[in-house]
């Protein structure tokens, strides 16, 4: 498990907000053991209907292939609480997002996998949406280190929850570890809830 | 110094404070399904770790299960690896599974409750966003993702950080025909659907006070929805009624020792909010989405967004929907009706939906089901003769899991159908078509579109009956 310090890399922008997991993610690939080749399937269906409007979404502009920042609008994520959704993100190669904001579950579950998932406000991403949609080839950077994103002559402020920057920067994204460590702690804690005795004992 | 149920549950529950401030929360019962785990399985075979606490874990098998021929094994291959998949997990960790032949399957947050092992004062996880609805048990209840139900198999704890907690009165009283949906679609349209991030709903007042637990479900189901991770409802003897007898919940004198417990869980008086809304029961009418979140919502005798005052993202969804801004949301035809879900797939769910439909016919046009959230629910119905009323109006009569609301099985949508759904979410091709469409509303706002073929004010209808 890695820190995760700075992204830098060319962007994707996906407009709109509100955009649900069902989106993300249609429920029909979540049919499924693994989260091996969903990102196939990212946006399939957002797909499919602008290709039908003669149309081509950004998962499909061969101009975007290999792009590292996805740009996002409000309340990304929303709904479902399927990881497959985060997963095929970060499975197609994308290593940070910027938006306005997240759904929690989303941020959370993006944050398992060393997605840094960072808010803007909303003229910094339509100002980041303009740059990088003339520009395909522009780099873009977010730095968590010095919580800021720039682009070309662009540069302001990211934010993010600081125990998920912490979690970033210090490579302890990957909680399990951590959760174990001292499990006498967590026993410890069970013992002293009624519950977990079955309301047998005096706790 | 007074507190919220909120902070005392989690405080008690709080292992210690992780190097980034995040919490180690135990979890008091962890529940699984056939979705969401079998990663989680094979990321701990993966790092050679077992599982904590199997006593506290619990699965069934609901999201995939055909609610038609149940039969093993089923003819879709991969629901059939799927469910299969659990079935080995289970064995291989020790953890009960409440499958198909086990009497009491169904879907995940309607069979925690049914079987006690939903109380008061625990901290809840499932990896699904509708585990929010044990918060109606007065439990710290929330959904994660697959890595967190790896965490919580792993350490029966998980990196949590704090929520706020924003007291939600509704005040008054419901008048007939208006629902608990309808009080938690109204909660979601007037606060948006992201107000709810960084909070704790604590759902509170005279109505919340008077609710069936069924209903305090319903509503805590959908908090997720308004962008809030869970919701609650303070235990009080409603509660404690609810989960006496059950086969998880305590017995005898520690049952009484338990309610003795969950009582000092609940809320102070004079405890302090990082917010506070009051909503007029009085103002809550029967109410219907028309968009693709369920945010967008309108009372049955209501119109739509008018072009002018529709932002970009109504402008999206009444296109989608194929409606005209500003018109009115009764009288649109309808092309199923779906009586279930985690939100509405109880016994009380069901009953409301056959009162309306008692003697009366589907309208031809209209495909309607009826799906209940368990095999309990379905016993129950079937003893109180529901499924021959649903039967002989027209309806079909299923067998119990999530079915039509995620089309995850074969219960869908085809082509640009639309549905009067008593679920939880109209997102764009939730319902399986990608151009399929959902109008969310209560079950007897779903059973009077069945008959009608069209949106209809049930009010209105249970007055001509």
């Given at each position: 498990m890695s820190a995760v310090t700075s992204v830098a890399g060319?962007?994707?922008?996906?407009?709109?907000?509100?955009?649900?997991t069902d989106r993300i993610m249609p429920a029909r690939f979540l049919k499924a053991i693994t989260f091996e080749g969903l990102e196939t399937h990212l946006f399939e269906d957002d797909r499919i209907e602008a290709a039908g409007r003669g149309l081509v979404h950004p998962f499909d502009d061969v101009n975007r292939t290999g792009a590292r920042v996805l740009l996002v609008g409000r309340n990304f994520g929303c709904g479902s609480s399927r990881e497959h959704a985060p997963q095929a993100i970060a499975r197609w190669g994308i290593c940070a997002i910027v938006g306005e904001s997240f759904a929690e579950i989303f941020a959370g579950n993006a944050l398992m996998l060393g997605l840094p998932c960072v808010t803007v406000d909303a003229p910094t991403r339509a100002a980041l949406g303009a740059l990088t949609g003339a520009d395909a080839g522009l780099e873009i950077t977010v730095n968590l280190e010095a919580r800021a994103v720039t682009a070309g002559d662009l540069s302001a402020t990211v934010s993010i929850a600081e125990s998920a920057r912490h979690a970033l920067l210090s490579g302890a994204w990957d909680a399990t570890a951590l959760l174990l460590a001292d499990y006498d702690e967590v026993r410890r804690t069970a013992a002293k809830l009624p519950y977990v005795g079955g309301f047998e004992g005096t706790p | 110094m007074p507190q919220t149920l909120f902070r005392k549950v989690w405080?008690?529950?709080?292992?210690?404070?992780?190097?980034?401030?995040?919490?180690?929360?135990y979890i008091g019962l962890h529940l699984i399904h056939e979705v969401t785990s079998p990663q989680a399985f094979d990321e701990l075979a993966r790092r050679?770790?077992?599982?904590?606490?199997?006593?506290?874990?619990?699965?069934t098998v609901d999201h995939i299960v055909p609610t038609l021929s149940q039969a093993r094994p089923f003819t879709d291959g991969m629901a059939e690896t799927m469910t299969a998949a659990l079935e080995r997990n289970c064995r291989a960790h020790g953890i009960p599974l409440f499958d198909l032949a086990s009497g009491v399957q169904g879907i995940v947050h309607v069979i925690g409750p049914e079987l006690g092992l939903t109380q008061p004062g625990m901290t809840i996880c499932c990896g699904d966003s509708h585990t929010s609805t044990h918060g109606a048990f007065g439990a710290i209840a929330f959904g994660i993702g697959t890595s967190q139900v790896r965490d919580v198999l792993a350490s029966q704890s998980l990196a949590a950080s704090v929520f706020k907690v924003r007291r939600i009165d509704v005040t008054g009283r419901l008048a007939p025909g208006v629902f608990a949906k309808d009080v938690i679609l109204t909660i979601i349209g007037r606060l948006g659907i992201h107000a709810g991030a960084g909070y704790a709903y604590e759902y509170g007042g005279e109505v919340l006070d008077r609710m069936s637990m069924d209903e305090r479900m319903t509503i805590c189901n959908m908090s997720n929805e308004g962008g809030a991770r869970l919701g609650y409802v303070n235990p009080d003897q409603t509660t404690f009624d609810y989960v006496r007898g059950r086969r998880f919940a305590p017995k005898d004198d520690a049952f009484d020792r338990a309610c003795a417990w969950w009582r000092q869980m609940a809320s102070d008086a004079g405890a302090a909010y990082d917010d506070q809304v009051t909503i007029d029961a009085a103002t809550i009418a029967p109410t219907v989405t028309w968009g693709i979140n369920p945010g967008q919502s309108v009372a049955v005798d209501g119109r739509l967004p008018g072009a002018r005052e529709a932002g970009a993202g109504e402008h999206e969804a009444l296109a989608f929907m194929g409606f005209d801004a500003g018109q009115a949301i009764a009288g649109v035809r309808i092309d199923v009706a779906f009586v279930g879900s985690c939100t509405n797939g109880r016994l009380s769910d069901l009953r409301e939906a056959a009162r309306v439909v008692r003697g009366r016919r589907v309208a031809s046009h209209v495909r309607a089901?009826?799906?209940?959230g368990s095999q309990a629910v379905r016993v129950a119905a079937e003893r109180e003769g529901l499924h021959d009323v649903f039967a002989e109006a027209g309806f079909e009569w299923r067998g119990a899991g999530c079915s039509m609301c995620l089309a995850m099985n074969?219960?869908?949508l085809h082509?640009?159908?639309?549905?009067?759904?008593?679920?939880?979410?109209n997102f764009k091709g939730r319902q399986g078509s990608p151009t399929g469409r959902t109008l969310l509303m209560s079950p007897a706002m779903v059973a009077a579109a069945a008959i009608a073929g069209e949106v209809v004010d049930v009010r209105a209808w249970e007055s001509r009956s």
């Open positions: 060319r962007a994707i922008v996906v407009d709109g907000h509100d955009i649900d | 405080d008690r529950h709080a292992v210690r404070q992780l190097p980034n401030g995040q919490t180690q929360l050679g770790w077992g599982v904590a606490s199997r006593e506290r874990t619990f699965a089901l009826v799906v209940p074969p219960d869908r082509g640009r159908e639309l549905c009067a759904s008593s679920s939880n979410r």
